[in-house]
């Protein structure tokens, strides 16, 4: 009997710090709510204030997706994963020290990820960074 009780009160326990996880994740700024957004639509960097684009659906962005496997980005046009059409939106200033440029290096693990918007034909990125989709969605490419 004592192991059954034992049992409910573990099980009670890792539900309740599952479901405090899970609230945490839908709350604005927690590294929970942080790394859902950045696993599920990518690295993202806000843009200088006054800077914005629209989407392909017309929303209005003030962060950007950025190439987080390109080598020695220097402004927010060079790392920004925006439609060619969207670029000229992007300021050409110079990166802010506090945004750190992650670029992945050839060395490591293969990276496979989609949901990323690119024009034009699709083309290697890396040895080990593979975009899967390639803007399978869009109609027109």
Known sequence: MLSVIAWYYFS???????????????????????????LLKGLEIPLPEGYSFNDKDGTERKHTRIQWWKKDAKTYRD?????DNKLS????????????????????????????WFSGKPEIIKTNVVCLDYSVANKKN
């Open 12 to 38: 009670t326990f890792k539900i309740t710090g599952l479901i405090q996880r899970t609230l945490k994740a839908s709350q604005q700024g927690s590294d929970e709510f942080n790394a859902i957004e950045t």
């Open 79 to 83: 790392y920004a994963q925006v439609l």
């Open 89 to 116: 939106n992007i300021p050409d200033m110079v990166l802010p020290d506090t945004v750190s440029n992650p670029e992945y290096s050839e060395t490591n693990k293969p990276v496979f990820f989609g949901h990323y």
